[in-house]
C-alpha cells in the first residue's frame, strides 16, 4: 500500500465521483460495470472507446512507458523503477 499526497486523492476521488455521475447517468449495464472500476481500459485511436474491462498489466506498463516518455523521465524506465524509487523514499 503507498500514501497518497492531498492533492492526489482528491483527483483520485473526483474521478470516482465522476465514474459514479456517468453510472447514474447511463443506466445501461456497460455504465454500471464501468462504476465498479478504478481505472477501466480504453481502445480505438487516440484511446477514445472506453471498454467495461479491468486495465491489463500490459496496458498499465503502456501508460506508465508514455507518461514517463512525456515527462523526459528517461528510455530505461519501468513501473518496477517507480517502485524503487517509492520504496526509497519511503525509508528516507
Known amino acids: 500500500q ?3 499526497p492531498p492533492w492526489a486523492s482528491s483527483i483520485l476521488e473526483e474521478w470516482i465521483d465522476a465514474l459514479g ?3 447514474k447517468k447511463n443506466t445501461n449495464s456497460t455504465a454500471h ?7 477501466p481500459s480504453f481502445t480505438g485511436k487516440a484511446a477514445q472507446y472506453v471498454v467495461p474491462k479491468p ?5 498499465v506498463y503502456k501508460m506508465f512507458k508514455m507518461y514517463c516518455k512525456r ?7 519501468s513501473p518496477h523503477s517507480a517502485r524503487a ?5 519511503l525509508l528516507a
Open 2 to 4: 503507498q500514501a497518497l
Open 21 to 23: 455521475r456517468y453510472s
Open 33 to 39: 460495470e464501468l462504476s465498479s472500476l478504478l481505472f
Open 55 to 59: 486495465m491489463t498489466s500490459s496496458g
Open 71 to 77: 515527462a523526459s523521465a528517461g528510455e530505461f524506465v
Open 85 to 89: 524509487t517509492a520504496i526509497t523514499k
